[in-house]
């Protein structure tokens, strides 16, 4: 199985969407195995964010990520990196497909509720960015044999 990492932006910390947005998680069947409320500083997200530094919206992605503490979680399940894209949708919250998270929550390029890593590479140096290894939970649901046939996992 695939560990992802999502951060619930500041826009949904604000908001208080943290609850409706953990739900659809959920309820698509992927695996909650960490979660943490952390201030972000500014060094982390310009790592973070590096692949943006030439971009002239840079400083200003930097500091809505730090309007309020986020929420960073790890989602684990069978392809979990492109589950969880699909089901985040494209950035422009205004082009989103309704269904998607930022199709349904969002009305902007930038305050689009989640990030989502988008590689196994990146998900792999996101985690670790991220999270220390105590802070992610081996386990698996009792639920999974309902979750997937036994030769999918
Ligand atoms: P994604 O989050 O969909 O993977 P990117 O990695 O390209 O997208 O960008 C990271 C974040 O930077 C986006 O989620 C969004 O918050 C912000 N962003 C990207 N492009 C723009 C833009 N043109 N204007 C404002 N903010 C942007």
């Known amino acids: 199985m ?3 990492l999502v951060i619930l932006k500041p826009c949904t910390v ?3 969407l943290i609850g409706e947005i953990i739900r659809r998680f959920e309820r698509k ?3 909650l195995i960490g979660m943490k409320m952390v201030w972000l500083t500014d060094e982390i997200l310009s790592e973070h964010y590096s692949h ?7 400083q200003r992605v930097k500091e809505a990520m ?3 503490p986020v929420v960073v979680c790890c989602w684990e399940g069978v392809d979990a990196i492109q589950v ?3 089901l985040t949708g494209v950035t422009n919250g205004r082009a989103a497909v309704p269904g998607t998270i ?3 929550y969002s009305m902007s390029m ?3 509720i989640v990030h989502a890593s988008d590689s196994p590479e990146t998900a792999v140096i996101e985690l670790k960015r991220f999270f220390n290894d105590n802070e992610l939970y081996d386990y698996k649901p009792l639920t999974l044999s309902s979750l997937y046939a036994h030769d999918e996992y």
Do not use: A, C, M, Y
């Open 110 to 112: 930038q305050e689009n």
């Open 29 to 31: 069947g992927l695996i």
């Open 14 to 16: 604000q908001r208080g």
């Open 52 to 58: 943006l530094k030439e971009k002239p919206f840079f």
């Open 84 to 86: 969880v894209r699909t």
């Open 66 to 68: 730090r309007v309020s």
């Open 102 to 104: 930022r199709g349904d």
């Open 2 to 4: 695939e560990k992802t």
